[in-house]
């Protein structure tokens, strides 16, 4: 079993910058594929960043390019989402998920089916950009 519990969301101004963080416990092992994901109100969870434990390569949605970066400290078991130059449609509840990818799809490309059944995901935490 395995646990992600997300920390380091809250209100930032327009241009601002936030860091969240997940702390994955339990069978870390099981799990080597990390995605940040939000979900604003009234739409669809979107994928914001993933990063193959792996080999750590990471990929980014289009819209936070350039923006935001996701990290991992393994020792810590931790993975980061540092947020710069947010924008107000940078708006939601992130959640993290982490699952097994065997086949190296492990990208913002991976289909969401992919996590909405093989992964395992935190509680989220709320992020607020105002102007």
């Known amino acids: 079993q395995v646990e992600l519990v997300e920390s380091g969301g809250g209100s930032a101004l327009r241009g601002g910058s936030l860091r969240l963080s997940c702390r994955v416990s339990?069978?870390?092992?099981?799990?080597?594929?990390f995605g940040w994901f939000r979900q604003a109100p009234g739409k669809e969870r979107e994928g914001v960043a993933v990063?193959?434990?792996?080999?750590?390569?990471?990929s980014y949605a289009d819209s936070v390019k350039g923006r935001f970066t996701v990290t991992q400290d393994n020792a810590k078991n931790t993975i980061y989402l540092q947020m710069n130059s947010l924008k107000s449609e940078d708006t939601g509840t992130y959640y993290c998920a982490s699952r097994f990818e065997g086949k190296r799809d492990c990208s913002i490309e991976s289909p969401m089916v992919l996590w909405t059944y093989l992964a395992h995901w935190g509680q989220g935490t709320q992020v607020t950009v105002s102007s």
């Open positions: 339990g069978d870390t092992h099981s799990s080597n594929c």
């Open positions: 990063l193959f434990g792996r080999d750590s390569t990471t």
